[in-house]
């Protein structure tokens, strides 16, 4: 088994934490990228931006950034590969100051670290020296470097296949373990609901206001009593749900004080599941109570409250078969580095969501992170070693 320059790529993993990059902000952490990918042998023309970021719907600095690597030696003419990961952090990790610590990368800012998935990057520049320092035998590859996914799988939904080459297979790099091989994953809806209700002095007329807060709670209540709240389990299937932000458009707080009623209010929320048929029941059934409760709130006159509900599904579930290439690929490339393949599925969602329906199927690999987007983050150095052996034997196999 090839042993990589474990030294170097420990370096790379700090360079690049140190840079910062959140979802829709990875100008920076391209541009570092690109440079370590160029000091280690890539030809700058190998290197390019697609504009992706021309269709995703957020403000987004700059395109997925996708290599192309000719095959080498005895495997050249192989079928091709797709390396992936993303560049992007979460908002929390912005400032954040790595430090070596013992087998450990921790984070000496208040901040969380990026280890999501700056490993991931670390791990794919890594795999392009050792194949290129030592003219390792490997088939043609593309490695992808998205962008946005933390915000929502962005990257990956609206690249352009034809980018990538004609990659019959991909390896996925963000996760903790190495020896985990991730062959499916959960489905989305990420949806918002504006409540429009009607302004009075709390204190003189509250009768002639509409409370859009009172909406949102009349609704929630009938949402958890249906069981549609949290973790849900219907005769359908299995599923999970959630509110997240609730305030105005601007991102401050709904309403503008104690002696108003509520006139306006935005909440944001979701539903997963690993059958599209449940997240799209909790859905409905989140639009239902809403539609319901506003109904149900009036002023003096009868007027009922108003909402406009809109969803959309921000990627499909996903479950790739045992015997499929893809998945054997990964479990030999696992064997080979002397761990135990751990085959499972993810309650999150991932790039690997779309590739396959880009028609690339996907799994995916960790390489160390632990307590994502937490203040406590910090990056195993073992496990990100072993993701970074585990790469060379995926191309390599």
Same mark, same amino acid.
């Given at each position: 088994?090839?042993?990589?320059?474990?030294?170097?790529?420990?370096?790379?993993?700090?360079?690049?934490?140190?840079?910062?990059?959140?979802?829709?902000?990875?100008?920076?952490?391209?541009?570092?990228?690109? +440079?370590?990918?160029?000091?280690?042998?890539?030809?700058?023309?190998?290197?390019?931006?697609?504009?992706?970021?021309?269709?995703?719907?957020?403000?987004?600095?700059?395109?997925?950034?996708?290599?192309?690597?000719?095959?080498?030696?005895?495997?050249?003419?192989?079928?091709?590969?797709?390396?992936?990961?993303?560049?992007?952090?979460?908002?929390?990790?912005?400032?954040?100051?790595?430090?070596?610590?013992?087998?450990?990368?921790?984070?000496?800012?208040?901040?969380?670290?990026?280890?999501?998935?700056?490993?991931?990057?670390?791990?794919?520049?890594?795999?392009? +020296?050792?194949?290129?320092?030592?003219?390792?035998?490997?088939?043609?590859?593309?490695?992808?470097?998205?962008?946005?996914?933390?915000?929502?799988?962005?990257?990956?939904?609206?690249?352009?296949?034809?980018?990538?080459?004609?990659?019959?297979?991909?390896?996925?790099?963000?996760?903790?373990?190495?020896?985990?091989?991730?062959?499916?994953?959960?489905?989305?809806? =990420?949806?918002?609901?504006?409540?429009?209700?009607?302004?009075?002095?709390?204190?003189?007329?509250?009768?002639?206001?509409?409370?859009?807060?009172?909406?949102?709670?009349?609704?929630?209540?009938?949402?958890?009593?249906? *069981?549609?709240?949290?973790?849900?389990?219907?005769?359908?299937?299995?599923?999970?749900?959630?509110?997240?932000?609730?305030?105005?458009?601007?991102?401050?707080?709904?309403?503008?004080?104690?002696?108003?009623?509520?006139?306006?209010?935005?909440?944001?929320?979701?539903? =997963?599941?690993?059958?599209? =048929?449940?997240?799209?029941?909790?859905?409905?059934?989140?639009?239902?109570?809403?539609?319901?409760?506003?109904?149900?709130?009036?002023?003096?006159? *009868?007027?009922?409250?108003?909402?406009?509900?809109?969803?959309?599904?921000?990627?499909?579930?996903? =479950?790739?078969?045992?015997?499929?290439?893809?998945?054997?690929?990964?479990?030999?490339?696992?064997?080979?580095?002397?761990?135990?393949?751990?085959?499972?599925?993810?309650?999150?969602?991932?790039?690997?969501?779309?590739?396959?329906?880009?028609?690339?199927?996907?799994?995916?690999?960790?390489?160390?992170?632990?307590?994502?987007?937490?203040?406590?983050?910090?990056?195993?150095?073992?496990?990100?070693?072993?993701?970074?052996?585990?790469?060379?034997?995926?191309?390599?196999?």
């Amino acid at each position: 088994m090839h042993a990589i320059d474990s030294s170097a790529a420990v370096a790379r993993l700090m360079r690049f934490l140190a840079v910062p990059g959140i979802t829709g902000e990875e100008k920076l952490i391209a541009k570092d990228i690109a +440079a370590a990918l160029k000091e280690v042998g890539v030809p700058a023309k190998a290197i390019k931006h697609d504009d992706a970021h021309t269709r995703i719907p957020l403000p987004t600095q700059t395109g997925n950034l996708i290599v192309q690597l000719p095959g080498q030696g005895a495997l050249k003419d192989a079928p091709r590969k797709l390396f992936m990961t993303h560049m992007d952090t979460v908002p929390l990790c912005a400032g954040a100051k790595p430090k070596l610590s013992g087998k450990k990368i921790v984070n000496t800012a208040d901040t969380a670290l990026g280890g999501d998935n700056r490993t991931g990057c670390a791990v794919l520049v890594t795999l392009a +020296a050792e194949l290129i320092q030592h003219k390792l035998p490997h088939p043609p590859l593309t490695l992808l470097f998205t962008v946005r996914e933390e915000s929502g799988l962005f990257g990956a939904r609206f690249l352009n296949p034809a980018d990538l080459g004609d990659a019959k297979v991909g390896f996925n790099f963000d996760g903790r373990s190495a020896g985990d091989v991730i062959i499916g994953a959960v489905g989305a809806d =990420r949806w918002e609901v504006e409540i429009f209700g009607k302004a009075s002095h709390a204190g003189v007329a509250p009768e002639r206001g509409i409370s859009s807060t009172l909406i949102l709670a009349l609704a929630l209540a009938e949402v958890r009593a249906g *069981g549609w709240w949290g973790k849900v389990s219907k005769p359908l299937g299995e599923g999970t749900s959630n509110v997240g932000p609730v305030g105005n458009k601007a991102g401050g707080a709904a309403g503008d004080a104690t002696n108003v009623v509520t006139d306006y209010l935005l909440a944001k929320g979701e539903s =997963r599941s690993h059958d599209p =048929r449940v997240f799209k029941a909790i859905t409905a059934a989140y639009k239902a109570a809403f539609e319901a409760a506003a109904a149900a709130v009036t002023d003096h006159a *009868g007027t009922p409250g108003k909402v406009k509900f809109h969803a959309r599904t921000d990627y499909f579930p996903f =479950r790739l078969k045992e015997n499929t290439p893809a998945v054997k690929a990964a479990a030999a490339a696992v064997s080979a580095i002397g761990r135990t393949p751990n085959l499972r599925v993810a309650n999150g969602g991932l790039d690997a969501n779309w590739m396959g329906k880009h028609g690339i199927p996907t799994v995916t690999f960790g390489a160390g992170q632990n307590d994502i987007h937490t203040v406590n983050e910090w990056v195993d150095l073992g496990e990100f070693d072993a993701g970074c052996r585990l790469a060379v034997a995926a191309a390599t196999g």
